[in-house]
C-alpha cells in the first residue's frame, strides 16, 4: 500500500461516508493530518458526542439531546397544526422558510416496497395517537412529491380517516409546486414557501 | 437553530473540512448520526490514531508510523536516485504508476511568495544532506509544472551545483507533458508515467 497504516484506515474510514470518494477520502485525511492535534480531537470527539446524546423526540421524532425537542417545548409553537415529515433533514428544511410555526411529525422514512419499509416500520401508529388527543386541528403532509412520498401521504390521510372518524381534522398535502422526483431537501425556499401556501385539503 | 446542539458542533466540525460545505456536512453529520455506534468509534478512533501514530520520516519526510518510511526501510528500492515532490500526496500519485523504484524527498510545499513560503521552510537543507552522503547518483525533480513548481525545481538544481560541485549528480526536472497549470495530485497515470520517461537534464 501507498499509505502507512493508520493513515490508510482513516482513509479507509472516510471513504464510507456518503460522497466521499477514494480522492476526497486521501484529501481529507492529508488535512486531518496537517489540522492541529486540538482540532482532530474536537472532530473525533463531535463524532462520539453525537451518537452519546443525541435520540429521538419521543413526541416528533426529530432528534434531540432532550427528552424532547426544541420545537415541541417552544410554548410558541402553534400546537393546533401538525407537519408530517419523512426525514429530520425535510424538518431542517422546513425551517429555513421560517414560514412555518407548528409542530412536527417526523415518519422516520417512506413506504417503500422496493427496499421493504412497510407502514409499520414508519412513525404512523404514533402520529395517530398525538391526534387521538384532540388538540389538532389540521395535519400537512410534507413527504416528498416521489411515488413512495405520494403513497405514504395517501396511506396516512386513509389511515386517520379510518381510526379517527369523528374527529375533525383537516389533512391537506403540500402542492406539487415542486419539481416531481425531486426532493425537499434540495428544494430552495421559495418553493417550499408556493408548496406549504398551495396545499390541498384531501 | 434547526439542529440540536451536538448535532450543530458536529455539522460544525465537518464545515471546516475541505471541499465539505453546509449541505454536505449536513447529510455527512445524519449519516453518522444513523450509523452504528461501533462505526462512529471506527471513524472518531482512526481520525485521533492518526494524529498520534503518523510522523514525517527522518530520511525523506514521508508521512509514516515508524522513524523511517516503508520506502526508505524497502532493501528492494534504488538507492542511486531519488524523486523529489513537493507533498506526500504527490508521493502517492507516483508510487500508483508503479514505474518509479527508487526513493523520494517530499519538500512539504513549494516556494511561494504569496503564500510566504520561503526556501527556509521546506526541506531543501535536509535534501542536500542526503546527496552530500555520495551515494545519488540522480535526483529527478517532481515539483507541479506551476510557477512555484518550477521556481522551486529550479532553485534546488541551482543550490545543488553550488553547494556540491564536485558531485555527480544527474538533476533532472519531469517533462512537461502534463497539462501546465495542472496539479500532479489529480493526472492520470499514463500522463505520469510519460513525464516520467521525458525528464531532461538541467
Redesign the interface.
Known sequence: M??????A??V???E?????GP??A????????RAS?E?????????????T??SMCKICFN????ET??ICRDPKRDRSIICVVA???D??AM??TNEYHGLYHVLQGVISPMEGVGPDQLKIRELVGRLAQGEVREIILATNPTIEGDTTALYISRELRRDLPEAEIKISRIAHGMPVGGDLDYADQATLIQAMQWRREM
Chains 1, 2 share one sequence.
Open positions: 501507498h499509505y502507512a497504516k493508520p493513515l484506515r482513516l479507509g474510514e472516510l464510507k461516508l456518503p460522497g466521499v480522492k476526497s486521501q484529501r481529507l485525511a492529508f488535512h486531518i493530518l492535534e482540532e482532530a480531537r474536537m472532530l473525533s470527539d463531535s463524532i462520539i458526542d453525537v451518537k446524546s443525541i432528534f434531540t439531546d432532550q425537542c426544541d426525514e429530520p433533514r424538518l431542517v425551517e429555513k
